[in-house]
């Protein structure tokens, strides 16, 4: 299981990637999950514009 920092780890927010079989999907440390993707930077784009306040 690959995850990759998308955040600053000061940020209230701390959002990384995992891939599970074909798809790559965001999560956050304060429970939060992306929708599954295809496209990692999908999945990035998704942990960013939650950690931002940008909603899904």
């Known amino acids: 299981m ?5 955040t600053d780890p000061i940020s209230e927010h701390r959002a990384t990637t995992v891939e599970q079989g074909p798809f790559c999907l965001a999560r956050c440390t304060c ?15 998704d942990g960013t514009a939650h950690a931002t306040g940008d909603t899904l």
């Open 2 to 6: 690959e995850q990759q920092d998308i």
């Open 31 to 45: 429970g939060w999950r992306g929708p599954a993707r295809r496209a990692r930077s999908q999945a990035r784009a």
